[in-house]
């Protein structure tokens, strides 16, 4: 499976973006996907998962009711709508894919490069 993280930005706080992540593969529909982001000087951070049918979300509690992630097997796309940006959002946001990635973003076999996320406050 290739990732493909998109969408990123420059948005004043307050603001919204959606990220996509365009996958690659017959199986993409198989797998979990999970957003991490990083800002400089800091370690990877877990975001947000999906499971490989979408009825399935888990957040990190620093976006939860500000990010939504969604997917469109058919396009073999998911998403992250995130609104309210504040200053703390800004990093580089990843995709990552795993057949068994628990809903807590461990155990991402795949990664995409990823997207840029400015928020200006």
């Known amino acids: 499976v290739q990732l493909q993280a998109s969408g990123g930005g420059l948005v004043q706080a307050g603001g919204s973006l959606r990220l996509s992540c365009a996958g690659s593969g017959r199986t993409f529909s198989s797998y979990a996907i999970g957003w991490f982001r990083q800002s400089p000087g800091k370690e990877r951070d877990f975001v947000a998962a999906?499971?490989?049918?979408?009825?399935?979300?888990y957040y990190a509690d620093s976006v939860k009711g500000r990010f939504t992630i969604s997917r469109d097997n058919a396009k073999t796309t998911v998403y992250l709508q995130m609104n309210n940006l504040n200053a703390e959002d800004t990093a580089v946001y990843y995709c990552?894919?795993?057949?068994?990635?628990?809903?807590?973003?461990?155990?991402?076999?795949?990664w995409g490069k990823g997207t840029q996320v400015t928020v200006s406050s």
């Open positions: 999906i499971n490989w049918s979408g009825d399935r979300t």
């Open positions: 990552a894919a795993g057949f068994a990635a628990t809903m807590k973003g461990d155990g991402m076999d795949f």
